[in-house]
């Protein structure tokens, strides 16, 4: 594997579309859930600790059920890699930071939907051995990191259009994928490469974001 | 140093009542023609003029950084550097381009604050910048009416994160100030503005007094 490796990039259009078939049973549970349309203040929800999933538009889980997933994969990762000793003594501090933010988002987003959050997916962040190193090697565990942070970037700017008209929850996903973008410049940095591709960054569809993501998900 | 152009048209178009009412948030009339600001269907350029002069701001400020160096530069800092001037230029020539005639002029900056041969001053000052700009994208996607105009604006907002991120690293190499809890909170959030604080924290860098008239 070399540092210019993509998952992303490596993504056929047909993969993608095949790939999402399968897993798009796991995801059309969102779908059922919703109903008054509603904009409920977030910070009023996030104050009393008090879901309000179930009132808001389908089309809004449906969109923090994806993001949640995504958060569960990362959460997850970190979580596995901080523990692992993979991480290299001076970079301990930023990873342990990332994976307090991803778990920070994934509690955030349940918090807000409530009994309508998916559950936690399970994972394989060896993708079937494709990465067998991972908490091992850190180039390895780096580009994953990399790999994961942009996706959630990209994740995340493909799905603001469907939460316009939703006040603070769009913000909220503004604010979170920001931070997601702070975090893929500072690994992206790390691995002694520029924080960014090009002066606009570029989203992907939920289809593309799953076709990326299914390897890792057991 | 300052870019000589159209203040006096600014200070022309800047009435008494400067603030317009977009979306249900007050945006100031930040050089935007009264006869757009009468128009509340034309909200999103009025965004889109906010956005349009954060990035007038920034592109100017890094067009100085690269032909003014501060002492000591590295060959990696200038690199940086120089690919976040070209972001900017193409980010406000982007929204020149999207606005068109709606466009507003440009502006007069000020960066006699900036010691630009000081490298504190010159990162300290680009990061004011680009933390601003992710709070301002953040805090105004609400107020985006138009679906392609968000996501051009989430195009724009996590290059700009990515930016921050980077300056704060080579402010404070390998620490956690790239997502420090001076931006992010308890939730794993970044931080969210108003357009009124925006501009009340770019005022300072901005010459014509027609923004901090159009914040009361």
Do not use: C
């Not at chain 1, 939907?113 to 565990?141: C, I």
């Not at chain 2, 002069?53 to 160096?69: D, K, R, S």
């Not at chain 2, 010159?122 to 933390?131: G, I, K, N, P, S």
């Not at chain 2, 392609?148 to 300056?167: F, N, P, Q, T, W």
């Amino acid at each position: 594997m070399t540092q210019e490796n993509s998952i992303l990039s490596e993504i056929e259009p047909e993969v993608v579309d095949r790939i999402a078939v399968g897993r798009r049973e796991m995801f059309s549970r969102y779908a059922k859930m919703g109903g008054i349309v509603a904009s409920a203040p977030l910070a009023l929800a996030l104050a009393s600790n008090q879901a309000f999933g179930q009132s808001l538009p389908s089309q809004v889980v449906d969109v923090l059920n994806f993001a949640l997933t995504l958060e569960y994969l990362e959460a997850a990762f970190y979580d596995q890699g901080n523990k692992s000793g993979v991480v290299p003594r001076e970079y301990r501090a930023v990873f342990r930071t990332i994976g307090e933010h991803e778990n920070a988002h994934v509690k955030l987003l349940k918090g807000v939907l409530g009994s309508a959050s998916v559950a936690a997916p399970a994972v394989d962040f060896t993708a079937g051995g494709q990465y067998a190193d991972v908490f091992e090697n850190f180039e390895t565990f780096r580009l994953l990191s990399q790999t994961f942070e942009d996706l959630g970037v990209a994740a995340y700017k493909g799905q603001a259009g469907n939460l316009m008209g939703s006040g603070a929850i769009l913000t909220v996903a503004l604010q979170i994928h920001s931070v997601e973008a702070r975090h893929a410049s500072e690994v992206r940095r790390i691995g002694l490469k520029y924080g960014w591709d090009s002066a606009f960054d570029k989203p992907l569809s939920k289809n593309a974001v799953l076709a990326a993501a299914t390897p890792f998900l057991a | 140093m300052t870019q000589t152009l159209s203040r006096r048209l600014l200070l022309k178009w800047t009435g008494a009542n400067a603030g317009i009412a977009v979306a249900g948030a007050m945006l100031p009339n930040f050089g935007i023609s009264a006869a757009l600001a009468a128009d509340l269907g034309e909200g999103d350029i009025g965004v889109l003029n906010y956005a349009y002069a954060l990035e007038q701001l920034e592109a100017a400020f890094y067009t100085q950084v690269i032909e003014t160096p501060f002492e000591g530069i590295t060959d990696e800092e200038t690199d940086w550097l120089t690919d976040i001037r070209d972001h900017e230029v193409e980010h406000r020539d982007f929204l020149k381009e999207a606005l068109g005639e709606g466009a507003i002029p440009d502006l007069e900056v000020d960066f006699s604050a900036v010691d630009f041969t000081s490298r504190d001053s010159v990162l300290a000052t680009a990061q004011t910048f680009e933390d601003l700009g992710v709070a301002a994208y953040n805090g105004a996607g609400k107020l985006i009416e138009n679906g392609d105009y968000l996501l051009a604006a989430g195009k724009i907002v996590s290059v700009e994160a990515r930016h921050a991120a980077a300056i704060r690293d080579l402010v404070n190499m390998n620490s956690v100030a790239f997502a420090g809890d001076d931006v992010v909170d308890e939730n794993g959030l970044d931080v969210a503005k108003e357009p009124a604080e925006v501009l009340a924290a770019a005022d300072p860098f901005i010459t014509t007094e027609v923004t901090a008239e159009a914040l009361v």
